[in-house]
């Protein structure tokens, strides 16, 4: 048996202690070897936010994993053009670690739209599903695994004990707000680097 691998993909824009702490949770629960992260460049499913470019997501993701155990960036969606399919970003892997066993970290919120991916019924066997619950959106994703896993077999499982109540979107928030607070929600090196890029809406500093 190969390794287990898990991909993180995300634009992690900014990346955050809650996707910290949701990789650190995944790997553990599910005996992963490593937790591959992958940046996104240009996500298909959603328009990216702006504030920070991929060489600048890149080297937040860098500084955030720097020294974590089991953790790794990986650039197959960062340096290739056009959208970042799923698809094309697990093929590209495959061909870098072969015979390994892959796992994919999925928040709740894009659980009902993987039907709805790129060649979702070709990629959707080709690994495991870790869905990861997110509070306060009021839906259960138990009942999407169900229905996904009878179309697809038992490729899903549920992240529980673990809950992500910070968002990428909270953070950049507070800071196009000047609300107080934002480092908090961030490893001291992203704080630190989006500081002195002047990322956010912020002014650099030397």
Same mark, same amino acid.
Not at 137 to 150: F, I, W
């Given at each position: 048996?190969?390794? &287990?691998?898990g991909i993180f993909g995300g634009t992690f824009n900014p990346v955050h202690r809650g996707h910290l702490a949701m990789a650190h949770a995944a790997r553990e &629960?599910?005996?992963?070897?490593?937790?591959?992260?992958?940046?996104?460049?240009?996500?298909?499913?959603?328009?990216?936010?702006?504030?920070?470019?991929?060489?600048?997501?890149?080297?937040?993701? &860098?500084?955030?994993?720097?020294?974590?155990?089991?953790?790794?960036?990986?650039?197959?969606?960062?340096?290739?053009?056009?959208?970042?399919?799923?698809?094309?970003?697990? &093929?590209?892997?495959?061909?870098?670690?072969?015979?390994?066993?892959?796992?994919?970290?999925?928040?709740?919120?894009?659980?009902?739209?993987?039907?709805?991916?790129?060649?979702?019924?070709?990629?959707?066997?080709?690994?495991?599903?870790?869905?990861?619950?997110?509070?306060?959106?009021?839906?259960?994703?138990?009942?999407?695994?169900?229905?996904?896993?009878?179309?697809?077999?038992?490729?899903?499982?549920?992240?529980?004990?673990?809950?992500?109540?910070?968002?990428?979107?909270?953070?950049?928030?507070?800071?196009?707000?000047?609300?107080?607070g934002w480092e908090k929600l961030l490893s001291k090196p992203v704080a630190v680097y989006i500081h002195r890029r002047g990322l956010y809406g912020l002014s650099?500093?030397?």
């Amino acid at each position: 048996m190969g390794e &287990r691998l898990g991909i993180f993909g995300g634009t992690f824009n900014p990346v955050h202690r809650g996707h910290l702490a949701m990789a650190h949770a995944a790997r553990e &629960r599910c005996k992963l070897d490593q937790i591959l992260w992958v940046p996104a460049a240009q996500p298909p499913h959603k328009p990216l936010a702006g504030g920070a470019s991929i060489d600048e997501r890149v080297e937040m993701v &860098r500084l955030a994993i720097a020294g974590e155990a089991g953790m790794a960036l990986s650039l197959v969606d960062a340096r290739r053009p056009g959208p970042s399919y799923a698809i094309d970003t697990l &093929r590209l892997l495959q061909e870098q670690y072969p015979g390994a066993q892959w796992y994919w970290l999925l928040g709740q919120d894009g659980l009902a739209d993987l039907p709805g991916w790129y060649r979702a019924a070709e990629l959707i066997p080709r690994c495991r599903w870790i869905v990861v619950p997110r509070p306060g959106s009021g839906a259960d994703p138990k009942q999407a695994m169900a229905d996904l896993t009878e179309r697809f077999g038992e490729m899903f499982a549920l992240l529980t004990g673990f809950e992500c109540d910070i968002s990428s979107t909270q953070v950049r928030e507070q800071l196009a707000t000047g609300r107080a607070g934002w480092e908090k929600l961030l490893s001291k090196p992203v704080a630190v680097y989006i500081h002195r890029r002047g990322l956010y809406g912020l002014s650099a500093s030397a």
